[in-house]
């Protein structure tokens, strides 16, 4: 079975403050994982892969396979980050895409 | 304009009825997935198609049922059976190479 737990359901930070978004997986094989996001009135859409290993928008995730994470991480957050971030893994190319349950971010001014 | 739409945007059904929510893509993409997604619980998916003709039951699929006879449309059927339909779905399709979902605007059901 494939799981995936976002254990905060709301992160808030100052704009310029470091954010973190934790993501845990439970898979018994070598899982894909992605992170998601969807802005306010904007559709649900691949923020990054843990495969290419590139930054988007300022935010890197890595993949630790002995802690089973893979945590969103940007060093200083903008007020447009203000989005629900969702933590996703497949186990194959195409097949089950399982979700977390989502963390809602929320930067200050 | 490539995409994937789902209609309707706003649906009302009574209970007891069986109601179903249109999906369709032009991306030529081989799998299609159905998602619902409720307030604190994420998204949690009902069923997947990876190929015409076949599909497989997700974690929640209890009370939908879904056909694939083509690749560009997948559409899921709520029916009396599933005890509390009302919610927000989501339709994605991933291409073969998997490297991306690409999601519908949703749509929210309302069973009165």
């Known amino acids: 079975a494939q799981r995936v737990t976002q254990p905060e359901k709301l992160l808030s930070v100052f704009k310029g403050a470091p954010v973190e978004l934790k993501c845990n997986y439970s898979?018994?094989?070598?899982?894909?994982l992605f992170w998601y996001v969807q802005y306010s009135r904007q559709r649900l859409q691949l923020l990054l892969r843990?495969?290419s290993r590139e930054s988007i928008k300022g935010f890197t995730a890595d993949l630790n396979k002995g802690e089973t994470s893979f945590h969103l991480k940007k060093p200083f957050a903008q007020e447009e980050d203000s989005a629900m971030y969702y933590c996703?893994?497949?186990?194959?190319?195409?097949?089950?895409?399982?979700f977390g349950q989502g963390t809602i971010l929320t930067v200050h001014p | 304009d490539g995409g994937i739409t789902q209609s309707p945007k706003y649906l009302f059904r009574k209970e007891g009825q069986n109601v179903t929510l249109s999906c369709e893509q032009n991306?030529?993409?081989?799998?299609m997935y159905w998602y619902r997604q409720d307030p604190g619980q994420g998204l949690r998916l009902i069923y997947y198609?990876?190929?015409?003709?076949?599909?497989q039951k997700g974690d929640i699929a209890e009370g939908y049922s879904v056909s694939r006879e083509k690749k560009e449309s997948f559409p899921l059927t709520v029916t009396s059976a599933q005890k509390n339909p009302t919610a927000f779905y989501l339709c994605?399709?991933?291409?073969?190479?998997?490297?991306?979902?690409?999601f519908g605007q949703g749509t929210r059901l309302t069973v009165v």
């Open positions: 843990h495969i």
């Open positions: 198609s990876q190929i015409v003709n076949d599909f």
């Open positions: 994605a399709s991933i291409s073969r190479e998997g490297t991306e979902a690409f």
């Open positions: 991306l030529n993409h081989d799998a």
């Open positions: 898979y018994s094989g070598s899982p894909e």
């Open positions: 996703a893994l497949s186990g194959t190319s195409y097949g089950k895409l399982t």
